[in-house]
C-alpha cells in the first residue's frame, strides 16, 4: 500500500490557480517534515515548497508568492495552492514526507505523482 496519494493534477491556462492534495491513510505529517516537489523532463525532482512538523515552511525562489504549502492533520492531508501558473510550472508534482525514527533512521516516502500542464 502506497502510503502518500497526490490528487489535483491538471491542464490549466497560464494566470489559472490549482490546488493540489496529498494524502495519508494515517497520521503522520505531524511528525514529520513534508514537502511538495516537481519535475520535467529531461530535469531533476526540485523541491517547490516545504513544511516541517513544527510548521516552518520553505519554498523554492520559483513559488514564492504565487504557491502556499499548508498541513491538515485532522485529514492528514499537505496542500499545495497554486496561483497565476506559467508555463514553466508544468511538471510531474510529488509529494514526500520524511519521518525520523527513534532508532536515528529517517524513513522517506513519495507519492505517485500527479500531472500539472500549465498552456500559454
Known amino acids: 500500500q502506497q502510503l502518500l496519494v497526490e490528487s489535483g493534477g491538471c491542464s490549466v491556462q497560464a494566470g489559472r490557480s490549482l490546488g493540489l492534495l496529498c494524502t495519508a491513510p494515517?497520521?503522520?505529517?505531524?511528525?514529520?517534515?513534508t514537502g511538495w516537489y516537481r519535475q520535467s523532463p529531461g530535469t531533476q525532482r526540485d523541491m517547490v515548497a516545504a513544511?516541517?512538523?513544527?510548521?516552518?515552511?520553505n519554498y523554492a525562489d520559483s513559488a514564492k508568492d504565487r504557491f502556499t504549502i499548508s498541513r491538515n492533520d485532522v485529514k492528514n492531508s499537505v496542500d499545495l495552492q497554486m496561483n497565476s501558473l506559467k508555463p514553466e510550472d508544468t511538471a510531474v508534482y510529488y509529494c514526500n514526507t520524511r519521518v525520523s525514527t527513534s532508532d536515528r533512521r529517517t524513513l522517506s516516502y513519495w507519492g505517485q505523482g500527479t500531472q500539472v500542464t500549465v498552456s500559454s
Open positions: 513544511i516541517t512538523s513544527g510548521g516552518n515552511i
Open positions: 494515517r497520521s503522520i505529517f505531524s511528525v514529520a517534515a
